[in-house]
């Protein structure tokens, strides 16, 4: 069973970058396929990038493709999310997940979760 800590989020300007970071437990890490998720207040949580197991492929949600980049560094077991133009609507809670076979962008096919990381773009 893998264990997940999310890290990196903040207060940024509009236009702003941040750098999450997924730190996993073991090097099991490198067998899993791994996605990042957001919910903001009053909202579900929805899909934002996601990528396989050798980091191969990647999806991303349209309202962040061209401004995020996923990648991973299964060396250091981890995972990171790269959030360029942040924007206003980009204020969620972020959190990474981890699941077995291919990747996918349905929350509820993951089995293994970080704690979140709260991100606030806010001028």
């Known amino acids: 069973q893998v264990q997940l800590i999310d890290s990196g989020g903040g207060l940024v300007q509009p236009g702003g970058s941040l750098r999450l970071s997924c730190a996993a437990s073991?090097?099991?890490?490198?067998?899993?396929?791994m996605g990042w998720f957001r919910q903001a207040p009053g909202k579900e949580r929805e899909f934002v990038a996601v990528?396989?197991?050798?980091?191969?492929?990647?999806y991303y949600a349209d309202s962040v493709k061209g401004r995020f980049t996923i990648s991973r560094d299964n060396a250091k077991n981890t995972l990171y999310l790269q959030m360029n133009s942040l924007k206003p609507e980009d204020t969620a809670v972020y959190s990474c997940?981890?699941?077995?076979?291919?990747?996918?962008?349905?929350?509820?096919?993951?089995?293994?979760w970080g704690q979140g990381t709260q991100v606030t773009v806010s001028s």
């Open positions: 997940a981890a699941k077995l076979g291919l990747a996918a962008t349905r929350a509820n096919e993951y089995d293994y």
């Open positions: 990528t396989s197991w050798r980091g191969v492929t990647t």
């Open positions: 073991d090097r099991t890490f490198s067998t899993y396929a």
